[in-house]
């Protein structure tokens, strides 16, 4: 198997940390991004730079500029880039009303815009190499909208939504597009509470609020009995990396305890997909 470049966004923790050790283990050269390699993220950029196959890169991806310098210090070394896995992400939770503008536009930089930043700067090599992966993690709530969590599902949606029309148009350019669906797992950010700011509309839903709390312990009762391995999510990046390519699916859910609902969601909305690509003269796309 040839050594690939491959670039993973989010790797001091969860998926993303799972994913580089998976990843660079295969032989395939790693950059590592994290922020704050010097600060708080200073132990797990260390324990990551040990590894054979992996250089760690400080990089805000939030930043135009430092996402510029990552990709330009990793084709001064590498010359190309073979695969880009979008991992990185962020969690906010509540009801929907209590989110600010504030607060969205920081769910959709670090969900949406900071992975278009990524794609927007890989794509001219592999388009020019006719060769390349960009893997998009999103979640099952990609697919669908929950109470309580319908803004994450907002920012993942659109995730979706550039990834799976992006997969059409660069396909045949030889660049592949996944999306990876992960369902709940026990990782640092699912388990970060990150509430919306305007408390003040609490008082206005007292009639569910109990709701949440019920959700959270059925969720909890879910994984305890489930025992989602977040290895698996590595595991599927590493097998979309190894997949031939032109054949590698636009949708892989990772995800024991909703993962066959979101299945059939996908199944579904693909099979009408197909047929709007054709009534719009775009069949030649699905092939």
Known sequence: MRKKV?????????????????????????????????????DKANTLSQLENVTVLDVTLTNEESVKEAINTILSKETTIDVLVNNAGFSMNGLTESFTTADLQTLFDINVFAPWRLIKQVLPTMRKQSAGLIINVTSGFGRVSFPFATMYSASKFALEGISEGLHYEVRPLG?????????????????????????????????????????MATLGGLIETNQPNPQDVADAVVKLIGSERGKIPLRTVVDPITGALIEAANQAVEVQYRKGLELFGMGELLY
């Not at 660049?175 to 509470?193: C, H, R, S, W, Y």
């Open 6 to 42: 491959v670039i993973i966004t989010g790797t001091n923790s969860g998926f993303g940390w799972l994913t580089a050790h998976s990843v660079a283990a295969l032989g395939h050269q790693v950059y590592a991004t994290m922020r704050d390699t010097k600060g708080k993220n200073a």
């Open 175 to 215: 660049v592949d597009v996944a999306i990876l669906q992960p369902g709940a797992f026990p990782t640092e950010m699912a388990q970060k509470n990150n509430p919306a700011s305007d408390v003040s509309v609490y008082e206005g839903y007292s009639a569910i609020a109990e709701i949440p709390a019920k959700m």
